[in-house]
DNA sequence: TTGTAAAACGACATTAGTGTCGATATAATA
DNA sequence: TATTATATCGACACTAATGTCGTTTTACAA
């Protein structure tokens, strides 16, 4: 009557597993790594993996919750105490500095494969649109207040100026997965979209 | 000496073949269709099948092929014999009647697929960039000539602008190959869109 | 008709990946 | 030190897909 080892052990070891799966991951894209390819990356068994993620689906999904808790939660209280919404926008958009120079999730290639080709399942279907639902409220939510006290003007509905930066966020995202760096013009065009968003908001200040 | 049938009959088979397979493609998306899938649906034999395509990228590529010949070359000419560039910019963007309501290719999620699966491999990579490329041009020249002609300003370059179209377009298919049809809010976000681009290029008019 | 080139067929060998399961190794406890 | 629960292992059976190749069929020419 004594588990082999301790439950710090065992959350390090898939701790473990998690993060050599995330290179893995990122290295050949989700369709086209197989359990083998983690096995090795992470140095453990095939019977051992299968103890941690039942499938590769399993194990992705627990690499893309892990990505998810951290930013979702970080916004959401910040979104209370602000003295500009604009600026909040801006670091919610383009990181800390608020700057459009951020560099791309190395995993954002195989988060768009995963759910591509995943969308004639069902359960995965729902989850990709639980996904988009929660970073659409997230933007709409920080618009809406924006909007409210008078920071920004109400021209547009505060969710269909949502739905355009994800549009164009998943945009960049899918041509920086296909394209080299140097064609895809993050800055430039980050910066552009700055611009739009400035008019259908209304923002005048830099 | 004699070729069992003739150049017509094997076209046709050919043509047929690929609209079988693009049906296919439009079910079951770019990686899980199979070469047995296309078989079954053209009412063709393995060895049958093989004849025409040597695997299934090739397969796939020749449909890619077809799509982009008609596109490209009707805009090419209407460049020059034009009265309104934003017309026509909008005719390229949402089809002849210029209006954003378009229906999107059936067949857009599973090329979406196709590149980002592909990503890493060479020859789909090019093949990529060469596409992109191709779609940038178009917009690009459409606009520096909307410029030269003051229709529109010049206070962006014109290239950028042309990505931030390539990017929305993209970013549009992306969500609306993930997403049901009424999530998207496609019409809207394109009447959106518009409006960015108005105020990019200085146009006012409806 | 008949002969023939090649279109169409489908069985086959091969490859690659998956998930399982009994055997083995080992860390904590007694 | 001996015991034991269980983490880890790796061989295995199974499935699914691929591309090939010898055989059969057939449209056309002679």
Avoid: C
């Avoid at 930013?71 to 105490?81: I, R």
């Avoid at 409210?148 to 100026?161: C, I, T």
């Amino acid at each position: 009557m004594s588990p082999r080892v301790s439950k710090e052990h065992l959350k390090q070891r898939r701790a473990d597993i998690m993060e050599a799966a995330r290179n893995v991951f990122i290295k050949h894209g989700y369709e086209h790594t197989t359990m083998k390819h983690v096995m090795e990356a992470a140095g453990v068994s095939r019977g051992g993996l299968y103890q941690y993620f039942s499938n590769k689906e399993d194990l992705f999904e627990a690499l893309l919750e892990e990505g998810l808790t951290d930013e979702a939660e970080a916004t959401e209280d910040s979104l209370e105490k602000v003295e500009s919404y604009w600026d909040l926008l801006m670091q919610l958009l383009f990181g800390e500095d608020g700057n459009p120079d951020t560099e791309m999730d190395p995993l954002a290639p195989s988060k768009l494969e995963f759910f591509i080709t995943g969308r004639n399942d069902e359960r995965r279907r729902a989850y990709g649109e639980k996904r988009y639902e929660t970073g659409l409220r997230i933007y709409d939510e920080l618009i809406k207040k924006g909007q409210e006290s008078g920071e920004f003007n109400d021209h547009y509905d505060s969710e269909l100026v949502a739905r355009s930066i994800i549009t164009f966020i998943d945009g960049l995202a899918l041509d920086h997965a296909i394209l080299p760096e140097e064609k895809v013009k993050l800055k430039e065009q980050s910066a552009l979209f700055v611009d739009y968003l400035k008019m259908a908001l209304g923002v005048s200040s830099s």
